[in-house]
């Protein structure tokens, strides 16, 4: 078992992610090993780039985590925008619509864990 992972072990690139613009480069961890219910990876996008709005509900309920890292962006949770930069961390509960995008002029970096709810 790989006791450490570096973030350029496991590193894909997402097209248009829920029909967004631009790529999203994830890096994932322990994606086979863990035994968590959460999935953990870190997500960059270049500037404009972003994740297309979407809901979690249904048979396909998740929780997700964010938390930015570097990089200014603009999140929106039940059609409400949220300035997001470096530090900040928001929370998305199933069944609200939410989304993001890189505004800045940099490279938008975040940590997202994700999961179903527990019951």
């Not at 613009?21 to 322990?30: A, L």
Request: charged letters at 25%.
């Amino acid at each position: 078992m790989d006791w450490k992972q570096n973030e350029s072990a496991d590193v894909i690139d997402t097209p248009a992610l829920h029909e967004g613009d631009g790529v999203v480069t994830r890096r994932r961890f322990f994606r086979d090993a863990a035994r968590l219910p959460v999935n953990i990876e870190v997500w960059e996008l270049a500037p404009g780039s972003s994740e297309g709005a979407h809901v979690h509900e249904g048979d396909d309920a998740l929780e997700e985590f964010y938390y930015f890292i570097a990089g200014e962006g603009v999140m929106w949770m039940g059609g409400e925008d949220i300035p997001v930069r470096a530090g900040d961390a928001v929370m998305a509960p199933p069944g609200v619509d939410h989304g993001f995008r890189c505004i800045g002029e940099e490279t938008l970096k975040l940590l997202i864990v994700w999961g179903a709810p527990a019951p």
